[in-house]
C-alpha cells in the first residue's frame, strides 16, 4: 500500500482554488517578498498526522481517514455550490431597522431587500460542516496547542517522556475535537459570503480558527473560512439556526478587507492568493489580532447583537 509521508492540512480540494491559470498560486513571505507555487507544495507537512503503534510503527491511517472520509464528500459538495445554482430569494418585509441597516453597510455587506438562501441535500451540509470541522482541528497550529496543553498536563515530573508519546495523546485528542466541532457546525447557520467585487479572500498558514476556550455567551464561538478567492464560509452556532442549506450573504470590498485581516492575524510564515497580492495590506495586517467590535446577549429569547465602533480599527 502507498503510505502518504506528506500530510495536507490544506487540501488540494480547496487550496486548488486558489491556482491561477498556471497552476501556481502566490505565496507572500513575512518580510513582503513574494514566490510561485503549485498548491501541492503549500498547506503541507510530513507526518503531520503519523501515530506510532505499540511495536513503533507507524500509523499513517489519521491521513487515509482524512482523505476517505472527509475530503472526498467535501469535493462532492464544493462542486455543487461553485455553481451557484439553486439560490433562493424571498422579499424581506421591510427594509428593518435604519440604524442596524447602515451598520451592516458600514461593515461591509451588500444590503438588499432579499432574504438568499441555498436549500441543499443533508449529505452535502453534513460533508460541508465536516470538513469545516475538520479544518480547525488539523491545523499544524492548532496541533502544536494541543501537544504542548498535554506536555504541560499530562507529563510524568522528571521522568523522561518521548515526544511522540505527547503527540499520540494530541492527535487522539484531534479527533475528539473533531467530533464536538462538526456537531456544533451542523447545528448552526452556515453562511456563504459571496464577494461581490473585484477582491479577492486571502488564506494564510494560520489555517482556520475558532476562538477557544468556548464563550458562554449566546455563541460560544465563530469561524470564518475562505472557500475560494471569491467564496468563504461563516459558522455561527446559534440555537434554532436555518440548517436546510447555506444563509447567502454578499459583501464589498471593505467587507472581503475586514474577512481577509481576520484571516491575516493568525498567519505564521505565509500568505496565498490567486491574484497578485496586495502586498502593503498584508504587510500591515500580518500577524495582527483583528478587531473584534461585537457583542451579544439574550433579551426576552431574543439574540440581540451589538456593533462598538470604538473597538473597531480603520483599514
Same mark, same amino acid.
Request: proline content about 9%.
Given at each position: 500500500?502507498?503510505?502518504?509521508?506528506?500530510?495536507?492540512?490544506?487540501?488540494?480540494?480547496?487550496?486548488?482554488?486558489?491556482?491561477?491559470?498556471?497552476?501556481?498560486?502566490?505565496?507572500?513571505?513575512?518580510?513582503?517578498?513574494?514566490?510561485?507555487?503549485?498548491?501541492?507544495?503549500?498547506?503541507?507537512?510530513?507526518?503531520?498526522?503519523?501515530?506510532?503503534?505499540?511495536?513503533?510503527?507507524?500509523?499513517?491511517?489519521?491521513?487515509?481517514?482524512?482523505?476517505?472520509?472527509?475530503?472526498?464528500?467535501?469535493?462532492?459538495?464544493?462542486?455543487?455550490?461553485?455553481?451557484?445554482?439553486?439560490?433562493?430569494?424571498?422579499?424581506?418585509?421591510?427594509?428593518?431597522?435604519?440604524?442596524?441597516?447602515?451598520?451592516?453597510?458600514?461593515?461591509?455587506?451588500?444590503?438588499?431587500?432579499?432574504?438568499?438562501?441555498?436549500?441543499?441535500?443533508?449529505?452535502?451540509?453534513?460533508?460541508?460542516?465536516?470538513?469545516?470541522?475538520?479544518?480547525?482541528?488539523?491545523?499544524?497550529?492548532?496541533?502544536?496547542?494541543?501537544?504542548?496543553?498535554?506536555?504541560?498536563?499530562?507529563?510524568? !515530573?522528571? @521522568?523522561?517522556?518521548?515526544?511522540?508519546?505527547? #503527540? =499520540?495523546? *494530541?492527535?487522539? +485528542?484531534?479527533?475528539? &475535537?473533531?467530533?464536538?466541532?462538526?456537531?456544533?457546525?451542523?447545528?448552526?447557520?452556515?453562511?456563504?459570503?459571496?464577494?461581490?467585487?473585484?477582491?479577492?479572500?486571502?488564506?494564510?498558514?494560520?489555517?482556520?480558527?475558532?476562538?477557544?476556550?468556548?464563550?458562554?455567551?449566546?455563541?460560544?464561538?465563530?469561524?470564518?473560512?475562505?472557500?475560494?478567492?471569491?467564496?468563504?464560509?461563516?459558522?455561527?452556532?446559534?440555537?434554532?439556526?436555518?440548517? !436546510?442549506? @447555506?444563509?447567502?450573504?454578499?459583501?464589498?470590498? #471593505? =467587507?472581503? *478587507?475586514?474577512? +481577509?485581516?481576520?484571516? &491575516?492575524?493568525?498567519?505564521?510564515?505565509?500568505?496565498?492568493?490567486?491574484?497578485?497580492?496586495?502586498?502593503?495590506?498584508?504587510?500591515?495586517?500580518?500577524?495582527?489580532?483583528?478587531?473584534?467590535?461585537?457583542?451579544?446577549?439574550?433579551?426576552?429569547?431574543?439574540?440581540?447583537?451589538?456593533?462598538?465602533?470604538?473597538?473597531?480599527?480603520?483599514?
Amino acid at each position: 500500500m502507498n503510505e502518504p509521508k506528506r500530510h495536507h492540512w490544506w487540501p488540494n480540494v480547496q487550496s486548488g482554488q486558489w491556482a491561477g491559470a498556471d497552476g501556481m498560486l502566490h505565496v507572500v513571505r513575512t518580510d513582503g517578498t513574494t514566490f510561485r507555487a503549485p498548491p501541492s507544495k503549500v498547506g503541507v507537512e510530513g507526518e503531520l498526522y503519523t501515530r506510532l503503534d505499540p511495536s513503533g510503527a507507524k500509523d499513517r491511517e489519521i491521513e487515509r481517514w482524512f482523505s476517505r472520509e472527509i475530503e472526498t464528500p467535501f469535493a462532492s459538495a464544493l462542486s455543487q455550490v461553485l455553481t451557484l445554482d439553486g439560490i433562493q430569494r424571498r422579499k424581506l418585509p421591510g427594509r428593518g431597522d435604519p440604524i442596524q441597516r447602515k451598520e451592516v453597510q458600514e461593515l461591509g455587506f451588500i444590503v438588499g431587500d432579499y432574504d438568499e438562501r441555498m436549500p441543499l441535500a443533508t449529505p452535502v451540509r453534513i460533508a460541508i460542516a465536516n470538513y469545516l470541522a475538520a479544518l480547525v482541528v488539523r491545523s499544524p497550529s492548532y496541533l502544536t496547542k494541543l501537544t504542548d496543553w498535554h506536555r504541560a498536563n499530562n507529563g510524568s !515530573g522528571d @521522568l523522561p517522556v518521548d515526544p511522540s508519546t505527547f #503527540r =499520540g495523546f *494530541a492527535l487522539e +485528542n484531534m479527533l475528539y &475535537l473533531y467530533d464536538v466541532y462538526r456537531e456544533a457546525i451542523a447545528d448552526g447557520y452556515i453562511i456563504l459570503m459571496i464577494a461581490d467585487c473585484d477582491r479577492e479572500f486571502l488564506f494564510a498558514d494560520g489555517g482556520v480558527a475558532a476562538r477557544e476556550p468556548w464563550s458562554k455567551r449566546p455563541m460560544p464561538f465563530d469561524l470564518y473560512a475562505p472557500l475560494t478567492p471569491k467564496l468563504a464560509f461563516n459558522v455561527l452556532p446559534l440555537p434554532d439556526a436555518y440548517t !436546510g442549506g @447555506l444563509w447567502i450573504s454578499r459583501v464589498n470590498a #471593505r =467587507g472581503v *478587507a475586514r474577512y +481577509n485581516r481576520m484571516m &491575516l492575524a493568525g498567519a505564521k510564515r505565509f500568505v496565498f492568493s490567486k491574484s497578485p497580492p496586495p502586498i502593503d495590506f498584508i504587510a500591515k495586517h500580518f500577524g495582527v489580532p483583528a478587531p473584534s467590535p461585537f457583542g451579544s446577549r439574550w433579551v426576552d429569547g431574543k439574540l440581540e447583537t451589538k456593533y462598538d465602533r470604538s473597538r473597531d480599527r480603520p483599514f
